[in-house]
């Protein structure tokens, strides 16, 4: 088979087998909808809570532009497919959050279990879910059943680590228990919790999840490059790799990647490529949460953006204070506005 092929995720036919993972604070849909444009054949949403669902009404008022929370379950114009990532501990609590998300018409939902960070982890939900796999089976169950009742069967897929610690490397029994349980796909990212973003990813989890789990498994960790996508399709025969950090102001990676596993080379970016991607994902942004806001939000993405490139500390000591779309414009060089 080749590198680069078609991944069925239950119900879900996708043409290709690259993805953009749910990224807090990034993978928003204006981002979202720049990696659509350079090739990504599916995108989540930022990891959203299913308690802040079920305490705040609004959630499933899909029209409510006042609620900044909903924002996040917001499809992109050009995203035809999308997952939704819901985290939580509470199996019925997930299940009616799932429910809720009916009017969104999500392709897939995604269960959370591998966010590290101590406020998700504190409340038993995210890679703490790792730490009882039959529990994380129910919260399955729950949000499969769910499905089933309120989204038409869209298929529901585990986002996981490799396990809590060194200690406790338990990925293998949590993606059989998650499939038993009805999980369409298993996304590994080969890090246990303690390792955080530290360390290296061990990809041979992600090639042990692959030969002995039904359902298709998604490779993360370690993914900065089209090269690294290509090894780890070859190292781990994983069906689909998912970029997080390595899209991060480099959306060009996913027909980078593609062009790479179609012909044995692709072509990068240059700088002015860069600047007019992030400028277009700035507009994008501005329609969503203002001007000033974006342009605030804009600066970390910048910061991503303009890496490795001529000058580049020059242009994000510059654009860090930028505080309208006009000083953009005016620092990035950008003569006409992209259409959005």
């Excluded at 079920?54 to 999308?82: C, F, M, Q, V």
């Excluded at 969104?104 to 959370?112: A, E, F, G, R, T």
């Excluded at 169950?141 to 680590?161: C, D, F, I, Y």
């Excluded at 027909?255 to 700035?282: I, K, M």
Aim: glycine share 8%; hydrophobic share 45%.
């Amino acid at each position: 088979m080749h590198l680069y092929h078609s991944v069925q995720i239950g119900t879900l036919s996708l043409e290709g087998n690259i993805f953009l993972a749910p990224v807090a604070g990034y993978s928003d849909r204006a981002f979202r909808s720049i990696c659509v444009e350079q090739g990504a054949n599916f995108t989540f949403t930022e990891l959203v809570s299913s308690e802040a669902m079920i305490r705040n009404p609004a959630w499933s008022d899909k029209h409510n532009e006042k609620n900044p929370t909903a924002a996040l379950l917001r499809r992109a114009d050009n995203e035809a497919r999308y997952g939704v990532q819901l985290f939580g501990a509470n199996p019925e609590v997930m299940g009616k959050a799932a429910a809720m998300l009916a009017p969104w018409k999500p392709s897939v939902v995604d269960i959370n279990a591998g966010c590290p960070v101590a406020k998700v982890v504190k409340t038993g939900a995210g890679s703490a879910l790792m730490k009882n796999p039959a529990h994380l089976g129910r919260i399955v169950e729950a949000v499969v059943n769910s499905s089933q009742a309120h989204l038409g069967n869209v298929p529901v897929t585990v986002k996981m680590r490799s396990g809590w610690d060194a200690k406790s490397i338990n990925c293998r029994e949590c993606a059989r228990i998650a499939v038993e349980a009805g999980a369409a796909m298993i996304t590994l990212h080969s890090r246990t919790r303690s390792q955080m973003y530290s360390g290296k990813s061990d990809w041979a989890h992600i090639a042990d999840l692959a030969v002995r789990t039904p359902a298709p498994v998604a490779g993360s960790g370690d993914l900065f490059s089209p090269e690294d996508a290509k090894r780890m399709l070859e190292e781990t025969k994983c069906a689909a790799v998912m970029f997080a950090r390595g899209a991060m102001g480099d959306p060009f990676i996913f027909a980078a990647t593609r062009e790479l596993l179609a012909t044995g080379f692709y072509t990068a970016p240059d700088g002015a490529q860069r600047n007019a991607a992030g400028f277009r994902q700035l507009l994008l942004l501005s329609a969503d949460i203002g001007e000033s806001a974006a342009c605030r939000e804009m600066r970390k993405h910048f910061c991503a953006y303009s890496r490795g490139m001529t000058r580049g500390a020059e242009l994000r000591n510059r654009l860090v204070h930028a505080e309208t779309i006009a000083e953009y414009e005016r620092i990035l060089g950008i003569e006409n506005k992209p259409l959005l």
